[in-house]
């Protein structure tokens, strides 16, 4: 009797040293009793197609994508959803037991799980968002408030042209505001996203004026590390309810993990202790 293969799966980037996933998948896998592994693979751009389709003869069963493959992986793969397709990028590969390769973004999906765990009674109709940047994963988390049902997005970002290229695919919702505004839309705000990497270890700090801000207000950080930004320390000395950026990193995984392994994970305070 032939013993079933044991499920792999993994992260392809370039660089990839520096990913919380393995350890995340990692730290599921042993709390679920679960036979599988998740390895880091630092794959260089033109090495990726070949990787991407050899990979399944070895066992395994997806991948996670980040930095710089997102973007490329959709001309690799043979069935792409509609809302990776809108985004532009994809974070999450799915190998079929036919043989394709089904590419997913989930980016979105965990942006709005981790607003709904972070900040109980979330409503996304309460009033306009704000977003900051306007790079891969302002598209992602545009994508999703306007999905959510935000009645408006005001976007911030400190080259103006990529804002308003975001307003042209995503439509009428969307404001587009100078980055010198940025601080006076604040105060308009109900919910308000950094998605930029200002404020990051290594990159200069987020210098938004913060002082327009509400008490009341959700404000996101997608930043990790540090785990709380400046942004996320005066807008708790406001009154506003503040969410960290690991919850994404968290709940955007989730997808991948339950059609890789076959159970879905809990997200709960030794899933977060595992990535800190």
């Known amino acids: 009797m032939t013993e079933t293969r044991i499920p792999l799966a993994g992260v392809v980037g370039h660089p990839v040293a520096h990913s919380k996933s393995p350890r995340l998948h990692g730290h599921w896998l042993r709390s679920l009793g ?4 998740y390895v ?3 794959v260089a751009p033109g090495d990726l197609e070949t990787v991407i389709r050899t990979l399944p003869k070895a066992g395994f069963v997806g991948l996670n994508v980040t930095i710089p493959h997102k973007e490329r992986v959709l001309e690799i793969a043979d069935l792409v ?3 990776a397709t809108l985004i532009g990028a994809a974070n999450t590969l799915i190998f079929r037991k036919d043989g394709k390769v089904h590419a997913d973004n989930t980016d979105g999906y965990g942006f709005i799980e981790s607003l709904r765990q972070g900040a109980p009674g979330w409503d996304p109709r309460a009033g306009p968002a704000v977003v900051l940047g306007a790079g891969g994963a302002a598209r ?5 408030l306007r999905d959510a049902g935000v009645p408006e997005i005001i976007l911030c970002n400190r080259t103006r042209a990529r804002a308003d290229a975001l307003k042209q695919e995503f439509g009428t919702r969307i404001r587009v505001e100078d980055w010198v505004q940025a601080g006076n839309v604040l105060e308009q705000a109900a919910t308000v996203v950094n998605t930029t990497s200002l404020g990051m270890v290594g990159h200069p700090e987020l210098r938004v004026p913060l002082d327009g801000l509400r008490r009341g207000t959700v404000v996101c950080d997608l930043v990790y590390a540090p785990l709380q930004t400046r942004l996320l320390r005066v807008a708790a000395e406001m009154g506003c309810i503040t969410v960290d950026g690991l919850g994404m990193l968290i709940h955007q995984a989730i997808p991948g993990f339950e059609r ?3 159970m879905r994970p809990e997200v709960d305070q030794a899933t977060r202790e595992a990535l800190l």
Request: glycine content about 12%; hydrophobic content about 45%.
């Open 140 to 144: 992602a988390i545009v994508s999703a």
């Open 40 to 42: 880091p693979m630092d």
């Open 260 to 262: 890789w392994f076959g």
């Open 34 to 37: 679960l036979r599988g592994y």
């Open 81 to 83: 959803t509609d809302r």
